[in-house]
């Protein structure tokens, strides 16, 4: 049974560009979100993605879009990067109708770099 | 506002020594809590919840935490540490009787054990 997967481990951009990061949930499931961690830092919560909508999101800027494809993988685009943009993002993968709470499995992250 | 506070930001201890790792969290009706582990470029791995029930949680590799509704806290114990148990640890929360997904992090202890 596969994990999270997500696409590419690494990434180099210069400022102003965009870039786009992929996921796909582990098997059966059908939610994901995504957070954004920063060095040093503990993981941040940008959005949830259930039925191809966007669910919930957190204190982010319109800056960073996604979306969830009828397979349940998931896309999240980051446009004109900033140098703070530098981090590691992590995609968790649930089960929403679960019987009392929808355990989230992570994958390993994409590492992003804004030069 | 809701969020999660890591006592401490690194842990040195020496391998079979005892360790806690603290968190306290801001207080709500309804909370559920996690503790997560991350291995230097790794993604994060569930090591224990609490939803409901015994306060006293057991998890994997050895970990056990308990949840203290009067502290708001939730801190993470081991008896005997190893080697291999060096890696950065998360604390987190989901607030609320819904099932949101959402969770809330700590910034993280690093868990230094020493030979």
């Known amino acids: 049974d596969a994990g999270v997967t997500q696409s590419p481990t690494h990434l180099i951009k210069t400022r102003g560009q965009q870039v786009t990061l992929r996921c796909s949930p582990k098997s059966g499931h059908d939610t994901v979100s995504w957070y954004q961690q920063a060095l040093g830092q503990g993981p941040q919560f940008i959005f949830q993605y259930y039925e191809e909508e966007e669910r919930q999101r957190g204190n982010f800027p319109d800056r960073f879009s996604g979306h969830q494809f009828p397979n349940y993988s998931s896309e999240l685009n980051v446009n004109a990067l900033l140098l703070g943009d530098s981090a590691l993002y992590l995609c968790?993968?649930?089960?929403?109708?679960?019987?009392?709470?929808?355990?989230?499995?992570f994958g390993p992250g994409t590492r992003l770099t804004v030069l | 506002a809701q969020s999660v506070t890591q006592l401490d930001s690194q842990v040195p201890v020496f391998e079979e020594a005892p360790v806690e790792l603290r968190c306290n969290y801001s207080?709500?009706?309804?909370?559920?809590l996690f503790w997560y582990v991350q291995y230097p470029n790794q993604g994060l791995q569930l090591l224990l919840k609490?939803?409901?029930?015994?306060?006293l949680v057991k998890g994997i590799n050895g970990f056990e935490a308990e949840f203290n509704k009067s502290q708001t806290s939730f801190h993470l114990r081991k008896p005997s540490v190893h080697i291999s148990d060096t890696a950065e640890y998360f604390c987190a929360v989901s607030y609320g009787s819904s099932n949101t997904g959402k969770l809330i992090f700590g910034q993280g202890t690093t868990l230094q054990v020493k030979p």
């Open positions: 207080s709500s009706v309804s909370v559920y």
């Open positions: 968790a993968s649930s089960l929403i109708w679960d019987s009392f709470y929808n355990e989230q499995f």
């Open positions: 609490y939803l409901s029930g015994s306060t």
